[in-house]
Every structure is written in structure tokens, then in C-alpha cells.
């Protein structure tokens, strides 16, 4: 797995970036990582990585965008303006987190 | 393979322009519950992965966006050798609502949503919804008949223009 360093941290990703240890990451972490796709985190934004980190620790996995809304409560269409284009794989890169690999 | 600090980081191609403006359309033509999941889960997906997505129903498949039959939707075992169950026992009494409430169960359990629901989360990701304009006539079924986000009934011809370029799906 490569080891990269970002904002002073080491992490361990694999070979998307997508870190393969969530206990790597904190939120200034988390905020590094979405500006590297182009997102601007906010209020609203955080409470959907809150979200998701809370669930994968309850679970052991990345919720689905489903999830997020009908458990998290954060409505899908939320979710698509917040993360656009790819909502569900953006919520888990930023949050540090393996893809989500349910189908819906 | 273990890259060194000075590694630059490893960034998903999440908005690449191989697929920016893809298109999926997806034509749903059955009316029967498992024949109604295939579109609509590869609908949701293709919306996920950024795709812009038209779903035309046409045929059976207006049992889907039929205000009062989508919420209804059957499973027979008869004529569906993929059971594998004698296919006498499919038309016994009963059969094909006993078969009907154990695949909604099994759907259920996975956390997939009914079919009404599964529309609305697929409008809320930004799909458009389209009924056929022969099978509303067919029917003598209007725009009040239907789902409420369904955006238009259209003609076949119509629905081909409005996909150009899409790749399509017929289910």
C-alpha cells in the first residue's frame, strides 16, 4: 500500500487515495482531503461526514447515500449538492473511509 | 510499494472529463416486481456515479409509475425456471403471493426500498422519469393516473431525442 504524507500526516491509502486505516484521519485531515477534490467543507457538509464516521464505527462499513439519508437523515438531493457528481465515493474519501460497496 | 514523504498525494479522478456528460437511458418495459429492480437499481447507481439518467416505461412496465399499481407490484414463480421449483406449484392458490411477500422481504432486508420510494430517491438524485405515450393511450391513462414526478408522457420518438447519445438499457 503507498504511504503518502498530507497537511504533516503519514497516511496509508490505496491505489484510488482512498485511506485503508480511518484511524489515520482526523478532521484536519478530513478538511485537506476535500480540498483536494474541490470541495469547501461547511456546517452542513460535517454533518454528513460526522455522519458517516459515527456509522462506520457503529457498522463497520461506509453507509450508502441511502443510508446517509433515511439513517442519517440528510436528504439525498442535499447530498448531491453538498458532493456533487459522486456524492456517496466523495462523503467516504473525505471522510477517510473505504468505498461503500452496497448497491443502493 | 511504499512511496516516500515527498510522494505527492494519491487523488480519486472523481470529476475526469473520460466520463464527464455520460448518459444513461434505461427503458423499462415489465410490470412484474423482480423485472421492476434491475432499471431502477442501475438507474440509482449510474445517478451515484454522476451520469445523467431517463428512465422511459412503456408497456408492463406502466405498472411502475401507475399510481395504482406501483405500490403492488407481483412475483410468479410461474414461467421462472430460476426458482427451481416445480412449476405446478406456482399456480396452486396463493402461490404468487406467498412467492410476492418473501421477495419484498428479502428486498426489505437488504434495505432497498419499495418501489414508490425508489422512484422518489432516484427523482431526488436527479433522474427524469418518462411514461410512453402509446401505452398511456392503450390504457386511457393520463398524467393524473401517474406518479407525480413522472415529467411527461411522451412519444417513443421523443424519448429517442431526448437520449442522443445515451447509452441505453432495455429491460
Not at chain 2, 29 to 34: I, N, P, Q, R, V
Request: aromatic share 8%.
Amino acid at each position: 500500500m503507498p504511504v503518502t504524507t498530507l497537511n504533516g500526516h503519514q497516511i496509508h491509502v490505496n491505489e484510488e487515495g482512498f485511506l485503508t486505516d480511518p484511524t489515520e484521519w482526523d478532521d484536519a485531515l478530513g478538511t485537506a482531503l476535500a480540498e483536494l477534490i474541490g470541495v469547501t467543507l461547511t456546517d452542513a457538509h460535517w454533518q454528513a461526514i460526522r455522519f458517516l464516521r459515527k456509522d462506520f464505527e457503529e457498522v463497520g462499513e461506509t453507509p450508502t447515500l441511502r443510508r446517509v439519508s433515511t439513517v442519517g437523515g440528510i436528504p439525498i438531493k442535499t447530498l448531491f449538492a453538498l458532493f456533487p457528481q459522486k456524492p456517496a465515493k466523495k462523503m467516504a474519501y473525505v471522510a477517510g473511509l473505504p468505498k461503500p460497496h452496497g448497491c443502493v | 510499494m511504499t512511496n516516500t514523504d515527498a510522494s505527492p498525494a494519491i487523488v480519486p479522478s472523481f470529476d475526469s472529463e473520460v466520463g464527464a456528460g455520460r448518459k444513461l437511458a434505461i427503458i423499462c418495459s415489465k410490470g412484474s416486481l423482480d423485472m421492476a429492480y434491475p432499471g431502477l437499481i442501475l438507474a440509482n447507481a449510474a445517478l451515484g456515479e454522476g451520469c445523467e439518467v431517463h428512465l422511459f416505461f412503456t408497456f408492463w412496465g406502466f405498472d411502475m409509475i401507475n399510481k395504482k399499481t406501483m405500490g403492488d407490484l407481483k412475483f410468479t414463480m410461474l414461467g421462472n425456471t430460476a426458482t427451481h421449483m416445480p412449476q405446478g406449484l406456482g399456480g396452486l392458490p396463493g402461490m404468487t403471493g406467498m412467492a410476492t411477500s418473501r421477495l419484498k422481504k428479502s428486498i426489505a432486508d437488504l434495505d432497498v426500498p419499495e418501489v414508490p420510494e425508489f422512484l422518489e430517491q432516484i427523482v431526488a438524485s436527479g433522474g427524469h422519469l418518462w411514461a410512453c405515450r402509446m401505452s398511456a393511450d392503450m390504457n386511457k391513462l393520463t398524467m393524473e393516473d401517474l406518479y407525480d414526478e413522472v415529467e411527461d408522457i411522451i412519444s417513443a420518438s421523443d424519448f429517442i431525442e431526448k437520449t442522443e447519445g445515451a447509452q441505453l438499457l432495455f429491460i
